[in-house]
């Protein structure tokens, strides 16, 4: 058994990276982007290149991760303002029955592991969201938020080092 869920409507880049047990449908991934084990990536939602989207992670219909993004574990996003389960008549709600709202990760930004980000939200290029941190507005670039609601907490004021000793 094979273990994955991809549609056939599913645009993949080249030497893309797909653990087992994901659902991915209606979406685009970029190239050498990596996606972890139960993650689920909603039609009209859209993965940069060389980004990483690590296990247990929920991207809905509407949110642009760009290029060089890091998403922790356990990340859920949202598309919804007011969700309902019903409609006016008392009926279980279609897509006729809401708007997806949009939602911007820029280029380079990492959301630290258990963060939910709600809708109408843009975080900025190489912002940091710290893990567990609820974002209920624009984070600007190159700064570095935390908490519920999120507030940044100081500006990045240089790349970070990888090296190893």
């Not at 060089?68 to 709600?93: C, E, I, M, S, W």
């Not at 897509?95 to 939602?103: A, I, L, Q, R």
Request: hydrophobic share 35%; proline share 4%.
């Amino acid at each position: 058994m094979n273990y994955l869920c991809v549609a056939g409507d599913v645009c993949l880049g080249q030497n893309v990276k797909l653990a087992k047990f994901i659902n991915l449908y209606g979406c685009t991934i970029g190239d050498n982007s990596k996606i972890g084990t139960f993650v689920e990536i909603q039609k009209n939602a859209t993965v940069g290149s060389n980004c990483k989207i690590q296990s247990h992670t929920f991207i809905c219909e509407g949110v642009t991760i760009e290029d060089d993004v890091f998403v922790g574990h356990g990340v859920t996003f949202v598309n919804d303002k007011y969700p309902r389960a019903t409609n006016g008549n008392g009926g279980l709600q279609s897509e006729s029955d809401w708007k997806v709202v949009p939602t911007v990760v820029r280029r380079g930004a990492s959301i630290g592991s258990g963060a939910t980000i709600l809708c109408n939200v843009t975080i900025g290029e190489n912002a940091i969201v710290g893990s567990g941190s609820v974002v209920t507005r624009d984070v600007p670039a190159n700064v570095i938020v935390a908490g519920n609601p999120a507030k940044v907490l100081r500006r990045i004021d240089h790349e970070p080092t990888h090296s190893i000793p």
